[in-house]
């Protein structure tokens, strides 16, 4: 007989990176099944409107997970507005691509203190919580590239490898507790963040309810592994069980080693404007961009993770 799923009703859940793509979508599933949800996101204003338009009682704040300060007063903050905190959603991240010789040193720095540091200090903060309560939910949003090196994304990969390691050694440490670890990895979803680039050979691009449904099954369920779609973890799992040569031919046929290498850097022009501009504070006008080391540009720390 299949276990029953838990609810998730009154659970107060924190989503980083939440004003849009996969974070909004979450935030907006949790609360049609009774989650009392906070976002945090670096653009305050629009995890304020976005919690508006969600309604429910979700509450908007800002939050830079860069930086420990931020994310301790954001995670205080929602306790003290929604009550002990039950779920932690790390799922601010940025993806730049192109040539791994074109990244510039401040590029890699963003990424690895976007998506890995600001995991590490949101893991670090909810356990924190967690242990004395003696139980609770972390969730961390990876990426298929987490468990394979695509071209065009090295840096990436490597701080999604690292966010799998993470939470695969956090979830070893907690296992004689009811605190649970989900690894979540989608392929390419349909966000700002992976505009202007194709889709895997024969996997739709995922949409971000897609990811959504799934984290929302994965706290219902204490899934681990949460693939998005379900098929390229299967895909993956084949690979690792077979010749090398036969996992690059299988690479190679649906041409994953070119997705990153193919972004049309046009249609992501948007995007990557948008993510490489400073949050300035209020009155604050801006400055006059130094000249970027590489054609390639550079992105900040704000926007959803894929």
């Known amino acids: 007989m299949a276990k029953a799923r838990r609810s998730l009703a009154g659970k107060v859940v924190a989503i980083t990176g939440g004003a849009r793509g996969i974070g909004r979508a979450t935030a907006a599933a949790l609360i049609t099944h009774g989650a009392r949800v906070a976002i945090g996101d670096i653009e305050a204003p629009l995890a304020e409107q976005t919690a508006q338009e969600l309604g429910s009682g979700t509450v908007g704040l800002a939050l830079d997970v860069t930086d420990r300060a931020s994310f301790s007063g954001f995670l205080e903050e929602v306790e003290r507005r929604l009550g002990p905190l039950d779920v932690l959603i790390n799922n601010a991240g940025i993806m730049p691509v192109g040539p791994f010789l074109d990244e510039t040193d401040a590029t890699a720095d963003r990424i690895i203190d976007i998506n890995l540091r600001g995991v590490i200090f949101g893991s670090k903060l909810a356990l924190e919580r ?18 394979a090196g695509i071209p065009g994304g090295a840096t990436y990969c490597a701080s999604k490898h690292a966010v799998v390691g ?28 992976y505009s202007g680039l194709p889709a895997v050979r024969g996997f739709k691009t995922a949409e971000p309810e897609d990811v959504a449904n799934a984290i929302v099954e994965a706290l219902q ?6 693939y998005v779609p379900k098929s390229i973890g299967t895909l993956l799992r084949s690979n690792a069980l077979v010749p090398r040569r036969v996992a690059d031919l299988i690479t190679r046929l649906t041409k994953a080693d070119q997705v990153l290498l193919s972004a049309d850097q046009v249609t992501r022009a948007a995007y990557l404007q948008r993510t490489s501009d400073p949050v300035l504070p209020a009155g604050a006008a801006p400055t006059t961009p130094a000249a970027p080391e590489t054609p390639t540009p550079a992105p900040e720390r704000k926007t959803e993770m894929v």
Not at 130 to 147: M, Q
Not at 221 to 226: I, K, N
């Open 130 to 147: 967690f242990f004395p309560r003696g139980r609770g939910h972390l969730v961390n949003i990876a990426s298929t590239a987490g468990k």
């Open 166 to 193: 993470l939470s695969e050694a956090i979830r070893g440490e907690v296992r004689s507790t009811d605190i649970d670890v989900s690894i979540v990895m989608p392929v390419g979803v349909n966000t700002d963040l």
């Open 221 to 226: 369920t204490g899934r681990v592994d949460v």
